[in-house]
């Protein structure tokens, strides 16, 4: 038998399971809420952004010349829409409640890291593609009404410079920044820590 003293100790050194919990959950949601902040701000920009090419095109089409031009900025006022629509249906950091498991929340928070990445790197389908693909029918028919090869090139140029700068911020730049951040946050939790 073990004598009173050393059983009280070993009592009393055991920590408390789920005030640790509580307080890894706490910090783990600490250190998510910046990078929740940067999306959610990510997301009000573009929105607005898609809104506001979605307003001009619109303007732009009604006033075209040519139908070649009015398909190139309906076309671009559709894709503001589609931007804002899209972002907003696959983007959202979304909330890890902790009200499961240990390991349940872990998969949850590093969920919203990935759905991230993953929307990252199909930007260039559902983001800059459409962009390109109006930028050209633009460029185009703006060749079309005037028969300027120095126009043609100049906004397809411009188009194509804008969708290579898209593709450089979402891929290059922005899909090692948030596995970074999952890194991070994986490396918190544990490799595989079980509640």
């Not at 009604?62 to 907003?88: C, I, N």
């Not at 983007?91 to 890890?96: I, K, Q, V, W």
Request: no cysteine.
């Amino acid at each position: 038998m073990t004598p009173p003293d050393e059983l009280s100790n070993l009592w009393q050194s055991i920590p408390p399971q789920p005030a640790d919990l509580q307080a890894l959950l706490r910090e783990v949601e600490r250190r998510a809420s910046s990078f929740d902040r940067t999306i959610r701000r990510r997301d009000w920009r573009e929105s607005i952004a898609g809104f506001a090419v979605a307003v001009l095109f619109t303007w732009l089409g009604l006033r075209a010349r040519t139908p070649l031009g009015r398909v190139a900025d309906f076309w671009l006022a559709a894709y503001g829409l589609w931007v804002v629509f899209y972002l907003w249906r696959n983007s959202g950091p979304g909330e890890a409640a902790p009200d499961g498991t240990l390991a349940e929340y872990r998969r949850r928070v590093i969920e919203r890291y990935e759905r991230q990445i993953r929307l990252l790197r199909q930007a260039k389908y559902w983001y800059i593609l459409p962009l390109w693909i109006g930028g050209m029918l633009s460029a185009y028919a703006a060749f079309a009404q005037t028969r300027s090869f120095v126009l043609l090139i100049t906004q397809a140029s411009a188009f194509t410079a804008t969708g290579l700068l898209l593709w450089w911020v979402n891929q290059a730049k922005g899909v090692p920044y948030v596995q970074n951040k999952q890194r991070d946050i994986m490396e918190f939790f544990g490799s595989e820590r079980e509640s």
